[in-house]
């Protein structure tokens, strides 16, 4: 049997197809067996319906169309035994065929459904016995016909697989990559958090060691006391945070690593300054120190320290920073006073140069019977050396320092702190030691008792444990240009 449509309406109005093949596609996509405009026959979907052979019959299948399929005016809900002159449209306002079965000798059914004697409604009279198979020429079984090759959809199958074959031996590789490498960041990442809680009991134990080291220094060196209670303090706030430090933030581990080595470095420097002849420096110079007194215009009062170098009977020189007798502006404080180690006094003073290249200061004392000078500044050649063991003489936070207020009644109180020296540059010295807001303008002695330097300031963050002096040789101009 074969199935023939005649198209009645649409873009092929007119055209007919007869079809001998068992499965016949019907829709506007190319590979359909029976075709309609792709661009004009919109309502049809791109496979919008099936004609299977059943037996003797052919049966219509609506392929999940948008728009439906209807049959002599009745939409499709189920499959439908087509019979000759049935109309097909493919959606409400779509194409219209004809069917009709080529060789059928099924009945048309009647309009009202009913059926007469020997008659069968939408179905077929009994099958006839097939033709019997004709026979083959011995040339044809000689030479057989050859077996047909794939369909087309077989073909692309085939096409695709072979081009994707590639890719998803690449894909398979690169997912053995990334379990490998997965594998290998979790390892590493166990042997990283094993080796730096390994570091951190080992920092650790450093740091209570160096705090036995600083406790045992500490004994019978008062001049170290506030460099090592510097450096104590920083050892007890490196143990906190290492206790509570996770094991695995490198980031904060080496951190605390490069400060605990700071601490222990200058703990070692100071360990070098304790051999330094501290008693016999401050014997020689400490009744040279003076506590330094500045009120300025808007009334407010700060503490320096400043180092006595010449004295004549009205009074003498002092040096001191620039910054301690002068605010930010380059104003001089309207009132400048010095008391002397040792001695309850005050005594006025003036403003007689200042530095033009350093932060040093040049002030005159009236003081009737002169006052002790230091017993030698450097020349402008010596500037230290790495390592170097040093004293400083001052007032490390003034009056704030305990009783400091009480310097009236018993003299002020110069405090003796020892230190090395750690880096020296052209216009500075670096020391690790100790600092403190009105250390400014203490003298900095090497091991012969000779000024090598002026202490005006510190490393922000080092809790004073970092220091800077002005070398010797801007104290000698400073003093040779008055």
């Known amino acids: 049997m074969k199935a023939k449509f005649t198209v009645l309406s649409g873009a092929k109005a007119g055209q007919t197809s007869i079809f001998s093949q068992a499965y016949i596609c019907i829709g506007r996509h190319p590979q359909c067996e029976l075709q309609f405009d792709p661009d004009k026959d ?27 399929t209807f049959v002599n005016g009745h939409r499709l809900t189920t499959d439908h035994v087509l019979a000759s002159q049935d109309v097909v449209r ?47 020429t011995p040339e044809q079984l000689r030479n057989p016909r050859p ?27 690169l997912f053995g990559l990334l379990v490998v490498m997965s594998g290998a960041y979790l390892w590493e990442a166990r042997t990283t958090g094993r080796r730096l809680a390994e570091q951190r009991r080992v920092l650790l134990g450093q740091v209570d060691s160096l705090a036995q080291q600083i406790g045992a220094l500490s004994e019978g060196n008062e001049g170290l006391r506030a460099a090592l209670d510097s450096v104590q303090s920083e050892a007890g706030r490196l143990k906190q945070q290492l206790t509570v430090a996770s094991p695995g933030d490198a980031e904060t581990m080496a951190s605390l690593r490069r400060r605990l080595d700071a601490a222990v470095r200058q703990q070692r420097n100071l360990a070098g300054a304790a051999r330094l002849d501290a008693t016999g420096i401050a014997a020689a110079n400490r009744d040279a120190i003076a506590l330094v007194f500045v009120q300025f215009a808007d009334h407010r009062v700060f503490t320096g320290t400043a180092f006595a170098v010449q004295s004549d009977p009205t009074g003498g020189l002092l040096v001191t920073n620039k910054h301690v007798v002068t605010d930010s502006a380059g104003n001089v404080a309207e009132r400048i006073g010095v008391v002397f180690n040792g001695t309850p006094q005050n005594f006025k003073a003036d403003l007689v140069r200042v530095h033009p290249d350093a932060d040093l200061a040049l002030i005159r004392a009236s003081v009737h019977r002169g006052f002790p000078v230091v017993k030698k500044v450097a020349p402008g050649f010596r500037g230290g050396a790495m390592g170097e063991p040093v004293a400083i003489l001052g007032f490390p936070l003034g009056l704030d320092l305990a009783r400091g207020q009480d310097w009236s009644q018993v003299g002020a109180a110069a405090t003796l702190t020892l230190g090395t020296v750690s880096r020296v540059l052209p216009a500075v010295l670096q020391l690790d030691s100790y600092g403190a807001q009105g250390s400014s303008g203490s003298p900095i002695f090497d091991r012969d008792g000779s000024v090598i330097g002026v202490l005006y300031g510190g490393q922000p963050g080092s809790n004073g444990r970092i220091i800077y002096g002005v070398p010797a040789r801007y104290v000698q101009e400073l003093i040779a240009g008055q």
């Not at 979907?45 to 439906?68: E, F, K, Q």
């Not at 009945?107 to 198979?133: D, H, L, Y």
């Open 42 to 68: 919109l309502d049809v979907s791109s496979r919008h319906a099936a004609v299977a052979l059943d037996g003797m019959m052919y049966v219509l299948r609506d392929l999940g169309s948008t728009n439906g």
């Open 90 to 136: 493919f959606g409400q306002a779509g194409p219209e065929v004809e069917f009709a079965a080529i060789g059928d000798t099924r009945p048309v059914p009647s309009p009202s459904g009913a059926s007469g004697k020997g008659t069968v409604v939408f179905g077929m009279p009994e099958p006839q016995p097939p033709p019997p198979r004709p026979k083959l």
């Open 147 to 173: 077996t047909p090759g794939p369909g087309t959809t077989t073909r692309v199958q085939i096409a695709v697989k072979k081009e994707t074959k590639g890719l998803r031996r690449a894909t398979l590789i």
